[in-house]
């Protein structure tokens, strides 16, 4: 969602750094970009619609000497994609950059326009912007004026003020959206995450929620809501801007899929050598909630059943925007695990803070070191994925997966349900997955081949049953997120109480077969869907080799048999590839598709 950062330097490239570090921020999703700075004294705002190529295009015929900007990625909630919706927004002596919704904007706006104020947009930021002006006559102190907005303020925000008399000053202050401070020699920054100052420093501190700040070029000030200074602790930033590159790859997303076989395995080290997981002792609770969004979700569908199925634990998975239509469930007894790759999501923060409420133990599985969530959960377990870029999670989620694998593995030894022989025979094939997942992201012409038969099409489908159904979800998730095909998931059984009626001559169905004793039953939902047309092609292991598939599958996926802690890992990565390149047939912009937002910070 919307990116922000602020420059403000004791040189004058303010606006070329500003940019750049924009550019680093465009994997967050947006649809319009904009950037405001004080020129010898006079005031200029340029945005333009679409890509920043847009913004920079604009920017090089200007003089853009300047020693504080503030820039903006915009994702459209409230008014459409267009230069008069994008940031900033400019009112009175304010110039504002804003992410988050401000859900009272419309009484506010009302509140302002009976004061006297006219408003040129669609969005909540103008009003923001205004009522921040508003407040600065009445106080004539800034820190102060930002205060007393942000208390009439409801929703998210992440806030980079300017005023027009200290134009070299940036000002800045967030509720459940993201902000941290930058400094560096030659100045110092206030923007979305740390992706997007790595260039110039790796020194950071993290904005809370009741903080104010005061950001010059050579002092970053620290005050809480009653104007009092508050100490700061300087953080070192661990990821390095090279991570941020594409390092020869196509694309950001592929980067990240051949990046997982390291990944996962380093996952799968830390557990056997250096666990933490003393103080998650599962027989202390009576319910647990898995909760999170999107691909996070799926992970934690896989997480359910191998706790349901190896320790023996019951779970429930809830995606975050409907958990708190489960409040009544959530008791001091409750263990709930929030799985987020950001560590932003809105929606899972506010279910985790709910959860909190309620008084309920909060486990943490993300990728986003000092994030929202991991701040605010009683315990982190951090997957340690390194930066993802792509919007399309990749291995985000298998990471997810492998964290569950060895939680579940725990619980299976607290409960004594693991016994020395089963244990010694997992871990020689859990520490060394990285060759088993090198060898089915190799297979890259058979992904391609299969691209090229599907990428004509509207629909598809992928079935499966047992965990296979849960990869299948993760399988269509990725594939529309980024090829714009409409596919659906469905567990195989299930196909025949309706679905099954769209299933036309040619029609793609994807199924899924890894578990021999669920074999034989998804090999008729297969036929059942090959009896009305469908084009099959069938994901299983190389434990089924032997068989001829002919009789129901038009082209076969064989990926490495393996357990169920990690064949799920295994599956998904083809069905990633797959998507992948269908995505690229279709002349898709993979890293960035339409719509789509990295961190969804907004409810
Ligand atoms: O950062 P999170 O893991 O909390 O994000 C959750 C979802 O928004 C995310 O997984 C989304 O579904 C991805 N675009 C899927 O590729």
Redesign the pocket.
């Known amino acids: 969602m919307c990116g922000i950062i602020g420059y403000t330097t004791k040189s004058s490239n303010s606006v070329d750094v500003a940019l750049s570090g924009l550019k680093n921020l465009e994997y967050r999703g947006y649809d319009s970009s904009g950037i405001a700075f004080y020129n010898n004294n006079e005031l200029d705002i340029v945005k333009a619609k679409g890509k920043i190529s847009n913004l920079d295009e604009k920017l090089s015929k200007m003089n853009t000497t300047s020693n504080c900007a503030i820039a903006h990625t915009r994702w459209a909630t409230h008014g459409e994609p267009n230069e008069t919706n994008a940031h900033p927004h400019h009112v009175g002596k304010v110039t504002l950059v804003h992410n988050g919704i401000i859900e009272n904007y419309a009484a506010l706006k009302e509140e302002l326009q009976q004061a006297g104020y006219t408003f040129n947009s669609q969005t909540d930021t103008e009003v923001a912007t205004a009522y921040i002006d508003y407040c600065y006559n009445k106080c004539n102190n800034k820190l102060q004026a930002l205060i007393d907005a942000c208390k009439k303020f409801r929703g998210s925000y992440a806030f980079n003020v300017i005023y027009e008399d200290e134009p070299n000053t940036i000002y800045a202050s967030r509720k459940d959206s993201p902000l941290v401070v930058g400094y560096s020699n030659k100045g110092n920054f206030a923007a979305s995450d740390v992706s997007a100052i790595l260039d110039y420093t790796n020194k950071y501190s993290l904005i809370n929620e009741d903080d104010f700040v005061k950001i010059t070029n050579s002092v970053v000030t620290f005050y809480n809501d009653k104007l009092q200074e508050v100490s700061k602790e300087i953080k070192t930033a661990t990821w390095d801007a090279n991570q941020y590159q594409k390092n020869g790859y196509d694309h950001f997303m592929l980067k990240e899929i051949y990046e997982q076989p390291k990944v996962i395995q380093d996952i799968f080290s830390r557990y056997y050598n250096d666990c933490d997981y003393a103080d998650i002792d599962f027989s202390n609770f009576d319910n647990i909630h898995i909760v ?5 979700m799926h992970a934690s569908l896989v997480g359910k059943y191998l706790l349901q199925t190896y320790a023996k634990i019951p779970a429930m998975v809830e995606v975050a925007s409907e958990y708190r239509y489960s409040e009544e469930l959530i008791t001091p007894k409750t263990l709930m695990i929030v ?7 809105a929606d ?1 923060i506010a279910a985790l803070r709910l959860a909190k409420e309620k008084g309920a133990y909060v486990v943490g599985i993300v990728n986003a070191v000092g994030s929202t969530i991991s701040r605010e959960v009683d315990k982190c377990i951090y997957t340690y994925a390194g930066p993802e870029i792509a ?3 990749t291995k ?2 298998t990471s997810q997966v492998a964290i569950f694998s060895t939680l579940v593995l725990n619980a299976m030894k607290q409960k004594g349900l693991l016994d020395e022989d089963t244990s010694s025979k997992l871990k020689d094939e859990l520490l060394t997955i990285e060759d088993k997942l090198n060898e089915v992201i190799s297979n890259r012409n058979t992904y391609l081949d299969i691209a090229k038969d599907i990428y004509n099409h509207n629909d598809l489908f992928f079935i499966g049953r047992g965990i296979d159904s849960t990869v299948c979800m993760e399988g269509s ?2 594939l529309k ?1 980024i090829s714009y095909m409409h596919s659906e998931a469905y567990s195989a059984g299930e196909l025949k109480h309706g679905t099954i009626s769209l299933i036309e001559d040619g029609t793609p169905v994807i199924s899924i077969a890894t578990d021999p004793t669920l074999f034989e039953k998804t090999v008729s939902n297969i036929k059942e869907t090959k009896a009305r047309g469908s084009y099959s092609i069938f994901v299983t292991t190389d434990k089924h080799n032997d068989m001829n598939f002919a009789e129901f599958a038009d082209k076969t996926v064989i990926v490495p048999e393996a357990s169920e802690f990690i064949q799920p890992i295994l599956v998904v990565s083809a069905l990633q590839l797959i998507a992948y390149e269908t995505a690229k047939l279709r002349g898709c912009d993979i890293d960035k598709p339409r719509n ?1 937002a ?3 910070t907004v409810e």
């Open positions: 999170a969004c999107g691909s996070a799985v987020s790759q950001s560590g932003e999501t899972t919007v399309a999670t985000g989620y998730l990725k997120e789509l990295k961190s969804v």
